[in-house]
């Protein structure tokens, strides 16, 4: 299936990204891309937006909650941004957290976690699972049923999606009912089969997520652990269900899929949802396709929370 033709046209607005980033500056290129990410849609209305800061292990951790339409309490996504663990923001994601708080009747919390390479590997971790906590404690004064939890994101999201499952497991709680990953990172790894197919052209590519990892790890064996690449993780088996949705075009389709089947290989229901036309990123782009992928990702998140 080619590229998606709403795809191509944004993937046209792009020039060619060097093979060479070793010279780039991570805060400047945070400011561009987030500035970048905003673009100029009119954010979908919500019932109640609540900007917080909540104790983190490190100081405090800027939140924002999302409640929709209706009489509380409503279940709760803690959702975590992607951004390659070095740009993004509460801003860059403010849409996608409107629309699925809105699509799946629940109540959206949005974690402003630490980023690299001020921060390095396990900060952003260390924040999403303490997020994640505070709301499984703290929730019902926001008009959260705390007992009916889910954690998402997408693509460093992604992975601090799984990072946040495995802790929340080791660690003896928070209990969550459901994961939502979206083109998640999953290994410190480049050798995949679509890293191959998709590695220059198609918005992110190899040698940006190369740059990626270079920011986010202290030391190159800090890849070994779980939280850093959940696919490595020894075990799976009970960690909460999920949903998994990739893109074609995107070069971490393959870990993403793969992380998936181990998930289901261990007794855990994770189905895949390839959108084959797509490009990493679509999630929160104005395509038909995103708009397809979050009624699916929110009817998921709806069932799951029932």
């Given amino acids: 299936m080619p590229v998606d033709p709403q795809a191509q046209a944004v993937l046209d607005q792009f020039p060619p990204m060097p093979d060479d980033l070793s010279g780039i500056d991570a805060v400047a290129m945070r400011e561009g891309m987030n500035q970048g990410a905003l673009g100029d849609a009119e954010p979908e209305p919500v019932a109640k937006v609540i900007d917080r800061t909540i104790p983190g292990p490190a100081g405090e951790i800027p939140v924002r909650v999302y409640l929709p339409e209706g009489d509380g309490p409503f279940p709760g996504l803690v959702y975590f941004h992607g951004g390659g663990f070095v740009v993004g923001n509460l801003d860059t994601h403010d849409g996608v957290c409107r629309q699925l708080a809105n699509g799946a009747g629940c109540a959206v919390v949005s ?160 189905p895949v949802s390839r959108y084959d036309g797509m490009i990493h990123g679509f999630f929160s782009m104005p395509f038909d396709a995103s708009r397809q992928a979050l009624q699916e990702a929110a009817k998921a998140l709806r069932e799951a929370l029932a």
């Avoid at 009916?148 to 460093?156: E, H, I, K, P, T």
């Avoid at 992604?158 to 946040?164: K, R």
């Avoid at 740059?211 to 202290?218: C, G, N, T, V």
Wanted: glycine share 8%; net charge negative; charged share 20%.
């Fill in 111 to 270: 974690v402003d976690y630490r980023l690299a390479p001020e921060h390095r590997f396990p900060a952003a971790p260390e924040d999403c699972y303490a997020a994640t906590a505070w709301v499984a404690k703290e929730g019902a004064a926001l008009g959260i049923d705390t007992s009916r939890l889910a954690v998402g994101g997408d693509s460093a999201g992604g992975n601090l999606t799984a990072a946040t499952t495995l802790l929340a497991r080791e660690r003896g709680g928070p209990k969550l009912r459901f994961q939502l990953l979206v083109y998640p990172v999953t290994d410190c790894a480049f050798d995949t089969a679509s890293y191959e197919e998709n590695a220059t052209g198609y918005f992110l590519t190899r040698s940006l997520m190369r740059w990626f990892w270079d920011q986010y790890l202290a030391e190159p064996a800090e890849a070994e652990q779980a939280i850093a690449s959940p696919l490595r993780a020894q075990d799976v088996a009970g960690l909460p269900p999920g949903i998994c949705i990739t893109a074609g075009y995107d070069p971490l389709r393959d870990e993403g899929e793969a992380y998936a089947k181990r998930l289901v290989d261990a007794g855990v229901a994770c």
